[in-house]
């Protein structure tokens, strides 16, 4: 099935997140054909401008609880490596990429975004990190949280698992530009397209300086720190037994 598509149009690719019916909640396939479509990328030098939506009007509510209902922390934790591997290459590639955050943007699919270059949301969007009020830490994405909107606030984000809009999440620094439903697609297609005419070595050597002057900021060590005290978490199932009973088969 494909829970993943991949649409290139000249300079510009499109990644849609294609489970709908469960409001594109991640898992180990979907990430497999994420990673795939990445690599696609990669190999296409014509391609400048990387669009990542959902469908169904939602980014994503994160993982796949179903998925990781029945495992050990350790087996928890080594699928939550794997997509973060996958995620954090997006960081690394050469074309800008852009996240568009609507409808619900929760846990792993606010993760995923943060490894983007630009976020942009919808007014009305559902974004957070609810990982801390079902049971545990979040298993990654943390360090480049702390990067965009600073310690304090993430802090707060993380602790207090709350649920903000695109016009809050703009305020905090979280996403760059906010529109409303309707304006959404049309602004994504002139961005897009704004950044589809600009050279590739000018993409790829501004990149690289941003990338330089960030590399005191590892935040592949916070995330792997950040899977340590989820797997820690993730073994106490007396206090997370309720949040799985209706996945649990």
């Known amino acids: 099935m494909e829970f993943v598509q991949l649409k290139i149009c000249e300079h510009i690719a499109y990644i849609t997140l294609n489970r709908s019916k469960v409001y594109n909640a991640i898992n180990s396939e979907m990430v497999k054909q994420f990673s795939s479509c990445i690599e696609k990328i990669e190999n296409n030098s014509n391609v400048r401008v990387v669009i990542t939506r959902?469908?169904?009007?939602?980014?994503?509510?994160?993982?796949?609880?179903?998925?990781?209902?029945?495992?050990?922390?350790?087996?928890?934790?080594?699928?939550?490596?794997?997509?973060?591997?996958?995620?954090?290459?997006?960081?690394?590639?050469?074309?800008?990429?852009?996240?568009?955050?609507?409808?619900?943007?929760?846990?792993?699919?606010?993760?995923?975004?943060?490894?983007?270059?630009?976020?942009?949301?919808?007014?009305?969007?559902?974004?957070?990190?609810?990982?801390?009020?079902?049971?545990?830490?979040?298993?990654?994405?943390?360090?480049?949280?702390v990067d965009i909107v600073g310690f304090s606030k993430a802090r707060w984000l993380t602790l207090s698992s709350s649920k903000i809009s695109g016009v809050e999440a703009e305020k905090i620094g979280l996403v760059d530009i906010v529109f409303s439903d309707k304006e959404i697609d049309e602004n994504i297609d002139n961005i897009a397209n704004r950044f589809a005419g600009l050279s590739m070595e000018v993409i790829v050597a501004t990149k690289q300086f941003f990338h330089q002057m960030s590399e005191g900021n590892n935040s592949k060590e916070w995330d792997d720190l950040a899977q340590k005290k989820f797997e820690i978490c993730f073994s106490d199932q007396s206090h997370i037994h309720n949040v799985f009973k209706k996945y649990r088969s």
């Not at 169904?56 to 990781?68: E, F, R, V």
Request: glycine fraction near 14%.
């Open 54 to 145: 959902g469908e169904g009007g939602n980014l994503s509510a994160g993982s796949d609880l179903k998925q990781i209902a029945n495992l050990s922390s350790n087996e928890a934790g080594l699928i939550e490596k794997q997509h973060a591997d996958v995620f954090r290459s997006l960081d690394k590639i050469r074309p800008i990429t852009i996240a568009v955050l609507e409808g619900y943007t929760l846990g792993g699919g606010l993760g995923l975004s943060l490894y983007h270059d630009f976020r942009i949301a919808t007014q009305n969007a559902v974004i957070g990190l609810p990982e801390v009020e079902l049971g545990w830490t979040p298993p990654w994405a943390l360090g480049r949280l």
